[in-house]
């Protein structure tokens, strides 16, 4: 059994990692401050710390004898990025350098970090490779992008093993429809419920690779109980195309167009080769079989 600490543990992606590591038999610890995550969603087995990631001396005690630290606790709202910069940058990179200093300080053997496809920006090149060129639309793909160099570095300059998941669109249960930059099958499922039109953004045909929760909690595990840990960067995604057109036909029912965005990208596809081949994984939930357990629900 193992002391784990989990950062966002009261989050969509977070309380999902807590109950199989829980389920598993480890000794988890929750940081969350409850600015997205609920209260609801926190394992009663696991030990709650109501904290903010951006107070350092908060969290630093919290750290003492953890092994593996899953840094996920983050404001991942696209628009608020643009709206309030400052106060998600203090967040999404001062809370991640926060996370990292205090895990190098207390001598954890690995931190997992939470990133994102924003990182990558609009590239017109498909699948998205780690290798490629970042140039991300948005302040909260800056962020991310910064965390996973913050990463790269702790783990060169201070020997803090770390890694950097390239989280793609994750999707399934307890992911809302609420705050500033919700995912449109939630959004969808709502307006369903209510019996209202499903809201399209533009021509509809922008496209997401939609990767279930489940699988992205086994990447996660499988990310730390592997040999990786010198601030590699690894995509997280399912390889597949699906377009906001493509989930209103799955799904049925009226729509209605209204503007689009900026900051966001038009289509993503993630190559996963390199998860494949360093951490043995591969995404399990087929697309349509995660949206009827969702409709189902």
């Known amino acids: 059994m193992s002391k784990l600490l989990v950062t966002g543990g009261a989050g969509f ?32 087995r696991a030990r709650f710390e109501q904290k903010d ?5 908060s969290i630093e005690p919290v750290f003492k004898g953890v ?4 840094h996920l606790a983050a404001d991942a709202r696209l628009q608020m990025s643009i709206d309030d910069p400052l106060t998600t940058h203090a967040t999404n990179v001062t809370g991640t350098l926060n996370v990292l ?21 609009d590239i017109e090149k498909l699948p998205l490779k780690e290798t490629m060129q970042c140039s991300p639309l948005s302040p909260y793909g ?33 992911k809302t429809a609420d705050g500033a930059y919700p995912m449109v099958i939630p959004i969808f499922l709502k307006q369903r419920a209510a019996g209202e039109s499903m809201t399209i953004v533009g021509d509809g045909e922008q496209t997401r690779d939609y990767v279930h929760v489940r699988d992205v909690v086994a990447a996660c595990v499988a990310a730390w109980q ?70 189902g629900s």
């Open 226 to 295: 592997s040999a990786v840990g010198g601030g590699e960067i690894i995509n997280i995604g399912n390889g597949r195309q699906i377009s906001i057109n493509d989930i209103a036909r799955m799904l049925g029912g009226p729509t209605k167009t209204i503007p689009e965005r900026k900051g966001e990208m038009r289509f993503i596809e993630a190559s996963n080769a390199k998860a494949k081949r360093l951490l043995k994984w591969k995404p399990k939930v087929k697309f349509e079989d995660g949206l009827r357990e969702l409709v």
């Open 101 to 121: 200093y205090a895990a190098h300080k207390a001598g954890v053997k690995k931190v997992v970090f939470a990133s994102s496809c924003a990182v990558y920006g």
């Open 13 to 44: 992606i977070g309380s999902h990692l807590v109950d199989k590591l829980v389920h598993d038999g480890h000794e988890v610890v929750i940081i969350d401050n409850l600015s997205t995550g609920k209260k609801e969603y926190i394992n009663p």
């Open 53 to 57: 990631i951006r107070d350092y001396a």
């Open 142 to 174: 800056l962020h991310k992008y910064m965390g996973e160099q913050y990463c790269r570095v702790f783990a060169n300059l201070f020997c803090l093993p770390t890694v950097a998941l390239r989280f793609f669109n994750v999707f399934g249960p307890r």
């Open 67 to 70: 092994e593996a630290v899953f």
